[in-house]
């Protein structure tokens, strides 16, 4: 089994900035794919970042050049840097990653329990 623990959600003001962590542990061999979604009130949940195991990066284009999303593989751990936040961005965030597990034949995917970022005048 594989946990993610997420932090960092919280309420701001737009135009503010909020970095979202995500740090996965558990029975892993290496990770593949780890990224963030989002799920707005009465929406279906999307695409923000992910990042690959290597450089490798893909984006919304609705957080192009405002987000940037890093790892450190050593960690295991995802990083979301959310600038310029707008009232759209409001949403629970949710961790993903995809991961080899220890005496696993293929990788599974894993979700965090989601953080709340809610932007707001």
């Known amino acids: 089994q594989v946990q993610l623990v997420e932090s960092g959600g919280g309420l701001v003001q737009p135009g503010g900035s909020l970095r979202l962590s995500c740090a996965a542990s558990?029975?892993?061999?290496?990770?593949?794919?780890m990224g963030w979604y989002r799920q707005a009130p009465g929406k279906q949940r999307e695409l923000v970042a992910t990042?690959?195991?290597?450089?490798?990066?893909n984006y919304a284009d609705a957080v192009k050049g405002r987000f940037t999303i890093s790892r450190d593989n050593a960690k295991n751990t995802v990083y979301l840097q959310m600038n310029s936040l707008k009232l759209e961005d409001t949403a629970v965030y949710y961790c993903?990653?995809?991961?080899?597990?220890?005496?696993?034949?293929?990788?599974?995917?894993?979700w965090g329990q989601g953080t709340q970022v809610t932007v707001s005048s």
């Open positions: 558990g029975s892993i061999f290496s990770i593949n794919a």
């Open positions: 990042r690959t195991s290597g450089i490798s990066t």
């Open positions: 993903y990653c995809n991961v080899l597990e220890v005496r696993r034949p293929v990788p599974n995917d894993y």
